[in-house]
């Protein structure tokens, strides 16, 4: 089973600033097969990266996905108030997909 | 657009089997591929399992003694049942859909919390 560790756990920081958000998997995922999730509270995840790099329908170009094998990143380069949730990355190449236990970005 | 709801008894006792269904509206459910995920409190998600409409499954290894996936294409709706619960199965559950295999989820049932407790 290929482990997803994201770093760090709590991202504090202020409206308008640039949050980097790490993904690091226990062994190389194609990036293909790799994506990235919002989940804001009492909703469903949303989609927001697919193939490591491409933007879902809808999603803001402030959202950028990048990154291969075993390191991934998610860049929010400018934080709106909406974008206060927690992220999750998550990996479909290899059998059982998995999840990263999730990086919460919060307001400074 | 694709939209999912789940359905299911909210309370289901030790040892009994939780059961769930995703209706699927707005696309044909000969398409996509259909997955359960679920979500402890204040945890976060694991993959139960999917199936295609051709009853074709899969399933996460760690709850395949467990669990089944089955599809029901005249009523556009898919099921879980999981059984022997325990606590540590009360979660938040997801229907999702994905368009192959492997491809990410891309639309998601609002969830529904089911309770493991006598």
């Known amino acids: 089973e290929i482990v997803l560790t994201q770093s760090p756990g709590t991202l504090s920081l202020s409206p308008g600033e640039r949050a980097t958000l790490s993904c690091r998997a226990s062994?190389?995922?194609?990036?293909?097969?790799f994506s990235w999730y919002q989940q804001k509270p009492g909703q469903a995840p949303r989609l927001l990266i697919y193939?490591?790099?491409s933007r879902a329908t809808g999603i803001p170009g402030r959202f950028s996905g990048s990154g291969s094998g075993t390191d991934f990143t998610l860049t929010i380069s400018r934080l709106e108030p909406e974008d206060f949730a927690v992220y999750y990355c998550?990996?479909?190449?290899?059998?059982?997909?998995?999840f990263g236990q999730g990086t919460k970005v919060e307001i400074k | 657009q694709v939209q999912l709801q789940e359905s299911g008894p909210r309370l289901v006792k030790p040892s009994e089997t939780l059961s769930l269904t995703c209706s699927v509206s707005?696309?044909?459910?000969?398409?996509?591929?259909w997955n359960w995920i679920r979500q402890p409190p204040g945890k976060g998600l694991e993959w139960i399992g999917y199936?295609?409409?051709?009853?074709?499954?899969h399933y996460n290894p760690s709850l395949k003694s467990r669990v089944t996936i089955s599809v029901d294409t005249s009523k556009n709706q898919f099921s879980l049942k999981l059984s022997s619960v325990a606590a540590a199965d009360t979660a938040v559950y997801y229907c999702a859909s994905t368009k192959g295999a492997v491809a990410p989820f891309d639309y998601w049932g609002q969830g529904t919390l089911i309770t493991v407790s006598s």
């Open positions: 998550q990996q479909s190449g290899d059998s059982p997909r998995t």
């Open positions: 193939g490591a790099s």
């Open positions: 199936i295609y409409y051709s009853g074709s499954s």
């Open positions: 062994q190389s995922v194609s990036s293909s097969f």
């Open positions: 707005g696309g044909s459910i000969n398409s996509y591929y």
